[in-house]
């Protein structure tokens, strides 16, 4: 999970000096200072080749993915101005990310034979619904139950989240194995 750590930290970097400085500060960083009133998507786009350049291992695709993937969602929605973000639209965005790096890490290390699963395609639907739900859920808790925002949270503490919620959900995907 070492590369989606690192673009969630970089995400994170973004959420809190966008917080205390403004969408161009945290876009400086990245030198992207010059994207601050383009929308959302084409933001997290270059954010994208900047955090995780394509052509990198299968971790660090695992993490491209899901920023775009993020980038991808925001564009069929009302994809507004970067600049025009709230910080909690901020952190929700960073929150899908992390959500998303954890499910599709989680779904490459069944597509490896990690853990057999059912092979009925609506036991395997069930199942992803199940984790998509339980991961998402699960990203939430751990960062509302610290009470603070995002910006004041260690990157440690924002990695062992990670990594917690990662071993819980391939618990009970290791549950869904045996039981079929």
Do not use: W
Not at 121 to 136: E, G, K, M, P
Not at 141 to 150: C, I, K, N, P, V
């Amino acid at each position: 999970m070492g590369p989606s750590r690192r673009a969630a930290a970089g995400i994170g970097q973004v959420v809190g000096v966008f917080a205390e400085d403004g969408a161009r500060e945290a876009l400086r960083p990245f030198n992207l200072e010059n994207l601050a009133g383009s929308p959302v998507s084409e933001v997290f786009i270059a954010l994208t080749d900047v955090l995780c350049p394509d052509g990198g291992t299968i971790d660090e695709a695992i993490a491209r993915d899901a920023v775009l993937e993020t980038a991808a969602e925001l564009a069929a929605g009302d994809d507004i101005a970067f600049d025009a973000l709230t910080p909690a639209a901020l952190e929700a965005i960073f929150l899908g990310t992390i959500s998303r790096s954890i499910e599709a890490k989680l779904f490459n290390e069944l597509g490896n034979g990690a853990v057999t699963l059912p092979s009925d395609v609506s036991a395997i639907q069930t199942i992803q619904n199940t984790l998509h739900d339980f991961i998402q859920g699960k990203v939430n808790d751990a960062f509302s139950a610290t009470g603070r925002t995002l910006s004041s949270i260690p990157r440690t503490e924002i990695d062992r989240f990670v990594t917690t919620i990662y071993e819980g959900a391939f618990s009970l995907v290791e549950a869904f194995g045996d039981a079929s």
